[in-house]
């Protein structure tokens, strides 16, 4: 029986120190928890530098090659998600677009349109990524479509999920906001988190607490500068539409019908604008469908792209 006990204070002891450490490290926590993700994904965590960026990706999976690329204030990991579902038969390069999350933020440098579409070529060139299909959520939809209409002869399909670029008939939530002057986007403090996730989220999935804390205080710690890419970003935030007759590429045009941050009335604008296009519209999503659908965004999008 004293052996038994000892057994039991020690399980105990091991439990509560294990708690403990849940609770008060939890960057460390966080970061063994992000890489176990990231390997049940498939998915390996590189770095490489273009001119004056480190750039670091996520990168795994064998096959045809697809790129994926994140919104604003976002990062690789918004699609650790639906990975899973892609390296099974594709090879999946997920960068921190230059200026978020572990990539390079520099001060003195310029993140508008034209200097981030040079960015991410000369990635996608070091990376000797000769032809591959595209996608990408909000600014990175926006991104993807410039992407094909500038190097048309690398992009085998284009996806634009949620994708900024045009002009919506009917004005979102956020878009309201913005024309105010605010931008509801960013995190204003560490309890603003539950009206941020309504405006991107129908139902915001559920983190758990290292993860919640780390991604709260990268993002007010990014506050300021999220702020200075927008304003360098925002004279060519509507470009796309004019452009969108220029894209060669087969284009999934994907949608959450609820979305607060780009009104799904922007879908007949890209409809209007594309040549080659398939509509899918997921019911009861947000503006992140690869994190709030995963599996009904991955199957339409893999069926898209057998389709081709």
């Known amino acids: ?11 105990l002891v091991l439990i509560v120190a294990l708690v403990a450490c849940y609770y008060a490290f939890p960057e460390k926590v966080a970061g063994y928890m992000m890489d176990a993700a990231r390997s049940k994904a498939g998915l ?18 064998k096959g045809p090659t697809i790129l994926l690329l994140h919104g604003y204030t976002g990062s690789k990991d918004n699609w650790i998600m639906l990975a899973p579902y892609l390296t099974k038969d594709y090879h999946v390069v997920i960068p921190d677009i230059p200026g978020y999350g572990e990539s390079s933020m520099i001060e003195k440098a310029s993140y508008d349109l034209s200097n981030q579409m040079s960015r991410l070529h000369k990635f996608v060139q070091a990376l000797e990524l000769k032809k591959f299909h595209i996608a990408g959520n909000s600014m990175g939809g926006f991104f993807s479509g410039i992407y094909a209409v500038r190097y048309p002869d690398e992009v085998i399909s284009v996806g634009l999920f949620d994708a900024a670029g045009v002009t919506s008939l009917e004005k979102s939530v956020v878009m309201k906001m913005i024309e105010k002057g605010e931008n509801p986007l960013v995190l204003k403090d560490s309890n603003d988190v539950p009206r ?5 989220f129908v139902n915001p999935p559920s983190l758990p607490y290292p993860i919640k804390k780390v991604m709260i205080k990268t993002a007010l710690a990014n506050r300021k500068f999220y702020e200075k890419e927008l304003k360098e970003i925002g004279p060519d935030f509507l470009s796309l539409e004019k452009e969108l007759p220029k894209i060669k590429a087969p284009t999934l045009i994907l949608w959450g019908d609820q979305d607060k941050v780009i009104d799904v009335s922007s879908v007949p604008v890209f409809e209007k604008g594309l040549k080659n296009h398939k509509t899918v519209i997921i019911k009861d999503c947000g503006h992140v469908p690869m994190m709030e659908k995963p599996q009904e965004t991955a199957t339409q999008y893999i069926d898209f792209i057998k389709s081709i």
């Open 1 to 11: 029986m004293k052996v038994v006990k000892k057994v039991l204070i020690a399980i």
């Open 44 to 61: 390996t965590k590189k770095e490489i530098k273009i001119d004056d960026h480190n750039i670091v990706y996520l990168e795994g999976g």
């Open 196 to 200: 941020w996730a309504a405006l991107l």
